[in-house]
């Protein structure tokens, strides 16, 4: 009888071994599976496809802080352009302009405001006047967090019997914000001003 039970005994000590073995085992691949999981996802969130013209082309996500000249040059490509490049048709002008603010501050508003009241856009549209941007080179300093940038360009203005050439000069601050549909690289242009704005040649058409 005492036989039979010290092997009842160890029969449980062993049953309770191999139970805890078991049971560290399942815990152990349960947390693998997990982990293995969440970095297939957290790859899969890097990936991102694009489709442009029929085509699937295939994109990856990168810290901010990587991309962040790239995305400061297309932010004031983008504002450089909705200022610069301007066609004699009031609605159009507005709609750009409105777009312009979203992308900067107060000295943006500003410099409109002055525009607006020396009636520089209605002349232009009285005369039939287009003009445009010529972008040369954008410089931003990554190693300051006020991001001051320098943008270089050419500004066209096209009049009925010739073309304007003018050298265009502006700087100021970028600051990041969050990215919305209206300034999608988040950033806001701060302290803008035009440095140099000279003419160059003028052409006849």
Same mark, same amino acid.
């Given at each position: 009888m005492?036989?039979?039970?010290?092997?009842?005994?160890?029969?449980?000590?062993?049953l309770?071994f191999?139970?805890?073995?078991?049971?560290?085992?399942?815990?152990?691949?349960?947390?693998?599976m997990?982990w293995?999981?969440?970095?297939?996802v957290?790859?899969?969130?890097?990936?991102?496809?694009?489709?442009s013209?029929?085509?699937?082309?295939?994109?990856?996500?990168?810290?901010?802080?990587?991309?962040?000249r790239?995305?400061?040059? $297309?932010? =004031? &490509?983008?504002?450089? %352009?909705?200022?610069? /490049?301007?066609?004699?048709?009031e609605?159009?002008?507005?709609?750009? *302009?409105?777009?312009?603010?979203?992308?900067?501050?107060?000295?943006?508003?500003?410099?409109?405001?002055?525009?607006?009241?020396?009636?520089?856009?209605?002349?232009m549209?009285a005369?039939?006047?287009?003009q445009?941007?010529?972008?040369?080179?954008?410089?931003?300093?990554e190693?300051?967090?006020?991001?001051p940038?320098?943008?270089?360009?050419?500004q066209?203005i096209v009049?009925?019997?010739?073309?304007?050439?003018?050298?265009?000069?502006?700087? $100021?601050? =970028? &600051?990041?914000i969050? %990215?919305?549909?209206? /300034?999608?690289?988040?950033?806001l242009?701060?302290?803008?001003e035009? *440095?140099?704005?000279?003419?160059?040649?003028?052409?006849?058409?």
């Amino acid at each position: 009888m005492l036989r039979q039970l010290k092997e009842l005994d160890t029969a449980f000590l062993h049953l309770k071994f191999w139970t805890l073995i078991l049971i560290s085992v399942s815990v152990l691949g349960a947390s693998l599976m997990t982990w293995i999981s969440w970095e297939a996802v957290h790859q899969a969130r890097q990936e991102v496809y694009l489709i442009s013209q029929d085509q699937v082309l295939k994109a990856f996500a990168n810290p901010r802080e990587a991309v962040i000249r790239v995305e400061a040059e $297309g932010h =004031l &490509r983008q504002f450089h %352009r909705l200022l610069f /490049n301007l066609s004699p048709d009031e609605r159009l002008i507005e709609k750009q *302009l409105e777009e312009a603010l979203y992308l900067g501050d107060k000295s943006v508003q500003f410099h409109l405001d002055n525009l607006r009241e020396e009636g520089y856009f209605k002349r232009m549209m009285a005369a039939n006047v287009s003009q445009r941007i010529l972008l040369d080179s954008i410089v931003v300093d990554e190693s300051r967090a006020d991001y001051p940038f320098r943008v270089f360009a050419k500004q066209e203005i096209v009049r009925s019997s010739t073309k304007l050439i003018r050298s265009l000069i502006t700087g $100021g601050n =970028l &600051r990041l914000i969050q %990215r919305s549909p209206a /300034n999608p690289h988040g950033f806001l242009i701060e302290n803008w001003e035009i *440095l140099e704005n000279k003419d160059l040649k003028q052409l006849a058409r």
